[in-house]
Nanobody
Framework: VQLQASGGGMVQPGGSLRLSCVAS????????IGWFRQSPGKEREGVAL????????YYKDPAKGRFTISRDNAKNSVYLQMNDLTPEDTGVYYC???????????????WGHGTLVTVSS
């Protein structure tokens, strides 16, 4: 079982990044996938989630209006398009897989290793 997050990097404020999360080893299409981030000095927080069956999306307040989560079950992939980035978006971004969309992080079944996003001028 593997979740591989990629697409992080350094970007200037106002810039964009697209993160990818590619899964293998489990029935990807039946899992809800969430993006989380851990910023320096802060606890891990949820960013966005997409449900398994209908692809319903949920966003935490910092992501609303700027980030878009999507999935391609044929490619076992979930994406996070991040626009209008600010320094507060800096952190390590993780993708995780849960059997239901309302699961708290501690009940997620699988996690990727994370990809670093740095927003700085």
């Amino acid at each position: 079982v593997q979740l591989q997050a990629s697409g992080g990097g350094m970007v200037q404020p106002g810039g964009s990044l697209r993160l990818s999360c590619v899964a293998s080893g489990f029935s990807f299409s039946t899992y809800s996938i969430g993006w989380f981030r851990q910023s320096p000095g802060k606890e891990r927080e949820g960013v966005a989630l997409i449900s398994s069956s209908k692809g319903i999306t949920y966003y935490k307040d910092p992501a609303k209006g700027r980030f878009t989560i999507s999935r391609d079950n044929a490619k076992n992939s979930v994406y996070l398009q991040m626009n209008d980035l600010t320094p507060e978006d800096t952190g390590v971004y993780y993708c995780g897989a849960a059997q239901y969309s309302g699961a708290p992080p501690e009940l997620y079944d699988y996690w990727g290793h994370g990809t670093l996003v740095t927003v700085s001028s």
